[in-house]
């Protein structure tokens, strides 16, 4: 019997007897090769016409979006009204992350339109930014029902577009609203207390994080917390310029 046919003998009798099969055989498990890049991009493809490597190579912001703007390789898709890509100033030396659209950004295709955005507008306004000076986004760009938190799935096939959208901006600072935007951004867990006042990197990029401008509306307790979160989030900023 040739090596490869004794190999998928075992295989198949591994799954139909578990390990204690090798366990008095002495032999050790087979351990399966892990997948290529190649492999489990192609197996994660669900748009036929959408392919990582062009939208990869896009060079600006529109040509991107007019790249993934179809995108299905999440289920929000199925639930979604307009895809969320985002708005603001190509050439931002700030972005500001939010976690994922709302009602109001699903219905317009724009973020943080909601009663959210306009406080997020002031809270911009505050520290001598426009929303026309900056660039706008989330981890997501589907609504989750029922605005729920997107789930991990979700969050990993979408932060690649945000990565690339960091890529083309180029920003000096990156303000991150919400624990589930610097969870994710950062690829860091821990809690929103341990995140705020303190600054992280992003690909060599400063990153800050404060609250989310819908969690000031259910608690305005926070928007002092808030304040003191943007005020030195703009002071950094102004140094990074100086620089």
């Known amino acids: 019997m040739k090596k490869k046919e004794i190999i998928e003998s075992l295989?198949?009798?591994?799954?139909?007897?578990?390990d204690?099969?090798?366990q008095k055989l002495d032999i050790k498990p087979i351990k399966p090769e892990p997948p290529s890049i190649k492999t489990a991009a192609s197996a994660k493809m669900t748009e036929p016409e959408l392919f990582p490597a062009e939208w990869e190579r896009a060079t600006t912001l529109d040509e991107l979006n007019e790249m993934i703007c179809k995108c299905q390789f999440c289920n929000l898709h199925k639930t979604r009204n307009k895809f969320v890509f985002g708005k603001g100033n190509p050439e931002a030396g700030v972005m500001c992350i939010g976690e994922g659209p709302g009602a109001d950004e699903d219905e317009q295709g724009e973020p943080f339109v909601g009663r959210a955005g306009v406080l997020l507008t002031k809270i911009l306004e505050a520290i001598n930014f426009t929303r026309e000076e900056v660039f706008i986004a989330n981890i997501v760009k589907c609504r989750?029902?029922?605005?729920?938190?997107?789930?991990?799935?979700e969050m990993e096939s979408c932060l690649p577009y945000l990565r690339k959208q960091i890529e083309l901006i180029k920003p000096?600072?990156?303000l991150c609203l919400g624990l589930t935007a610097a969870q994710a951004l950062l690829e860091k867990r821990d809690t929103?207390?341990?995140?705020?006042?303190?600054?992280f990197?992003?690909?060599?990029?400063?990153v800050m994080v404060t609250y989310h401008p819908a969690a000031l509306l259910r608690n305005p307790n926070w928007k002092k917390g808030c304040w003191e979160d943007v005020q030195a989030f703009r002071?950094?900023?102004?140094?990074?310029v100086k620089e």
């Open 144 to 153: 989750p029902p029922g605005n729920r938190t997107p789930l991990p799935q």
């Open 11 to 18: 295989k198949a009798q591994k799954e139909i007897f578990g």
């Open 192 to 199: 929103l207390t341990n995140f705020r006042g303190k600054v």
């Open 201 to 206: 990197a992003h690909n060599n990029i400063k």
């Open 235 to 240: 002071k950094l900023y102004d140094n990074l």
């Open 20 to 22: 204690i099969l090798y």
């Open 172 to 174: 000096k600072a990156i």
